[in-house]
């Protein structure tokens, strides 16, 4: 279903280093100009692993450790700077909730706005508006700007929206965080209906506890490199152990 191989993934930092006036007026005395120095840093570094049909597949791994880049990547958010991604079924990216909402327009605006984004029809919004809304439990905020909103609940809003179709592969960053603890609870057991209903999930999260109970399979990454891959609680155990010492 998702075939990752050796993708390597770059950013160029763009860090122009001692500048300043009082370094201008060194180099124009000296008649020297120093050359602009660029930094890169690798993000991903020749990662490589297989997702069948059907698995739910956590990563796991220190902040930083390019868990989030490479959803980005496998998402096609973002192209790798070597190696390819190769994903058969339609992609549903539940990534940085709430990105693709207007700050100004309402939740009821945002709903289309951001449904559009998503690649769903005005009609198809339509049919489902009620059943968004339903759950995000923004009833009594629908006319109210996004801006005003608290970072739970547009993240309520956005998961809601995201989640209002059954996509064939599910790229998620550390959703079931969201809103209080009874939509943390609402959010993971829509994530089982998917689950059950034969999704392949690729899933981000720091908790442990999470990963075990979605997860059938785990891939750890460290400084952008695959460290194990294998049985969720093993990969889990051996995490935990190093993280400890």
């Avoid at 194990?228 to 152990?241: I, L, Q, S």
Wanted: aromatic share 8%; charged share 25%.
């Amino acid at each position: 279903m998702i075939d990752i191989k050796n993708v390597s993934m770059k950013f160029n930092l763009g860090i122009e280093k001692d500048f300043s006036l009082k370094q201008a007026f060194v180099e124009m005395f000296n008649g020297k100009k120093k050359k602009k120095s660029y930094d890169g840093f690798w993000a991903l570094k020749n990662v490589t692993f297989h997702v069948d049909k059907g698995e739910v597949v956590g990563l796991i791994g220190s902040n930083g450790a390019g868990k989030s880049t490479l959803l980005k990547v496998v998402s096609g958010v973002m192209k790798p700077t070597k190696g390819k991604v190769i994903t058969n079924g339609v992609i549903s990216p539940m990534i940085e909730l709430g990105a693709g909402f207007d700050q100004n327009l309402t939740a009821r605006e945002n709903i289309y706005l951001n449904g559009a984004i998503l690649g769903y029809s005005k009609k198809f919004i339509d049919e489902k508006f009620e059943e968004i809304v339903e759950f995000s439990e923004l009833k009594d905020f629908l006319e109210v700007p996004v801006k005003n909103f608290s970072s739970g609940m547009t993240a309520k809003l956005a998961f809601s929206i995201a989640t209002i179709v059954d996509p064939e592969i599910l790229i998620v960053d550390e959703i079931l965080s969201v809103g209080d603890i009874k939509f943390q609870e609402k959010s993971k057991n829509k994530m089982m209906e998917m689950i059950r209903g034969g999704t392949t999930v690729l899933y981000v999260s720091h908790s442990l506890e999470s990963i075990k109970d979605l997860c059938t399979k785990v891939v750890w990454i460290e400084h952008g490199e695959v460290k194990k891959v294998g049985n969720t609680k093993d990969v889990c155990d051996a995490y935990y152990k190093e993280q400890m010492k």
